[in-house]
């Protein structure tokens, strides 16, 4: 994006890495608070932005990153952005920066339909793995799932590439973001098929975790502050032993209620490969000998049927 630069000149003293910061990397930061929602374009006038525009953008995406909160474009910063990511916006809650809601459906009991599946899975482990991203929410909210073989559902799952004439949305490649999905009532949930999709291994950008993610934007869901919560914006790698934190239970619950404790038949999960041994050191997901990975990695989406 070719902004106007007026607020240029009060940021070119900050450096990074000892190093005085180039415009380009002030220019791709601006950018992302953009597309993000941290910064909002002018409706009208030229498009600049005032300097204390600029800061408090950066305040209020440090403050929801758990950064130190300057102000400023440092290196902790740059590296966050640089982070593989959903690709919906980060309209927080500005007070508390927990959970925020963006509507929810009429009703719940649900249909889905998995359009395709990525071709760096196994089809069975691909299946098991998108059905347990469903019994996550099922768990903890009265909701129910079941899924179509065609036609019409009201939650669609596919994959797809840079371009789709199905989304207006084009993923960008390998790495950055790696999945997004419509509000409640659209219903399509898209995975960018160009990135490695795993399970059970820390290698990749894991299908599971990320299906759940956008499960619960396509429920209602926006995203949460806790870099610990299943809706927090950034991926954070794969989880062996992953349970919804309580931000994002206590989300799902404002918007379906809790769920009974009555017996009710469960979905049919096929199961998913075996936990493998933890490494003694975690693999960083933001670590330079990851990136490649990494960054490439999302839930691509296929055609999406909309009829």
Known sequence: MNWQWLWLGFLLPL?????????????AAVDYLLQYGYLQKPLEGPDDFKPEDITEALRVFQEASELPVSGQLDNATRARMKQPRCGLEDPFNKKTFKYRLLGRWRKKNLTFRILNLPSTLPPHIARAALLQAFQYWRNVAPLTFREVQAGWADIRLSFHGRQSPYCSNTFDGRGRVLAHADIPELGSVHFDEDELWTEGTYKGVNLRIIAAHELGHTLGLGHSQYTQALMTPVYTG???????????????QALYGKKSPEKEEEMEVPSVPPVPKEPSTMPDPCNGELDAILLGEALPLQAVDRQ
């Open 15 to 27: 450096t990074v890495s000892s190093r005085p910061l180039e415009p380009a990397e002030m220019e």
């Open 238 to 252: 794969y989880q062996p032993y992953f349970k919804l934190h309580q931000d994002d239970i206590a989300g799902i």
